[in-house]
């Protein structure tokens, strides 16, 4: 039975994703350097340590990543100063569904907490959280699992009995060795099939997840 839910932030409970793009593209036209789809793959999810080291072995010493994170922060931070932090649809629908039932939810980020807080704070949703834990608290970044084993901890409940909504390759790949129940919002990426060893649910939105979380219970009483 699911006892808990934890959300990733950035392109599941936030649209983020995509204006992080946006603000690489910008760096990319002013540093003159590209980043491609499968670039963007395997940074989405990370933290800033993982994506420097990613940085290096694509680039060597000939593209700063701080620099290029620096034009990209800049560019979010304009976004969300002037329309507010862009939520996705459904998000407060399932944190109400959830305070219904008593599930209590938390968000496990690789974003830092001084960003994360701002941005709960500016969709009203703070109160809804029973739990956090951010990028600049963990050791090690997904696809570790340690964040979600953090979160699970803090909320006092098995990582079984966690679902994990992810919208990453390096999230859901750290949802699965954390032990947790995957599912993916897809976001910027894909599903496809070969996600299925590491995402034992999809839903087209967060408009999904009640459905799902009543059926694991449905499922759970007929045992």
Not at 16 to 28: H, P, R, S, V
Not at 138 to 159: G, M, Y
């Amino acid at each position: 039975m699911i006892k808990a839910v934890l959300f990733d932030m950035d392109g599941v409970m936030f649209d983020t994703e995509k204006l992080m793009k946006q603000g690489w593209e910008k760096a990319c036209r002013q540093m003159g350097f590209t980043l491609t789809e499968e670039h963007f793959k395997y940074m989405r999810g990370s933290s800033r340590a993982r994506s420097t080291q990613l940085f290096e072995q694509w680039f060597g010493k000939r593209i700063s990543y701080d620099k290029g994170r620096a034009i990209r922060t800049q560019y979010v931070n304009d976004y969300i100063a002037k329309n507010s932090v862009p939520v996705k649809e459904g998000l407060k629908e399932l944190l109400e569904f959830l305070k219904e039932q008593r599930i209590p939810a938390a968000v496990a980020t690789s974003t830092p907490r001084i960003q994360a807080e701002h941005y709960w704070e500016l969709a009203g949703i703070a109160q809804f959280l029973t739990a956090s834990v951010c990028g600049d608290e963990v050791k090690n970044s997904k696809p570790d699992p340690e964040i979600f084993l953090t979160a699970a901890r803090k909320l006092k409940v098995s990582p079984g009995s966690c679902l994990v909504l992810e919208d990453s390759i390096n999230g859901l790949k750290a949802a699965c060795a954390a032990g947790a129940v995957s599912c993916m919002v897809p976001d910027l990426t894909p599903y496809t099939d070969d996600l299925a060893p590491v995402c034992s649910h999809v839903c087209a939105s967060l408009l999904e997840v009640p459905g799902l979380i009543l059926d694991s219970r449905s499922e759970e009483g007929c045992l």
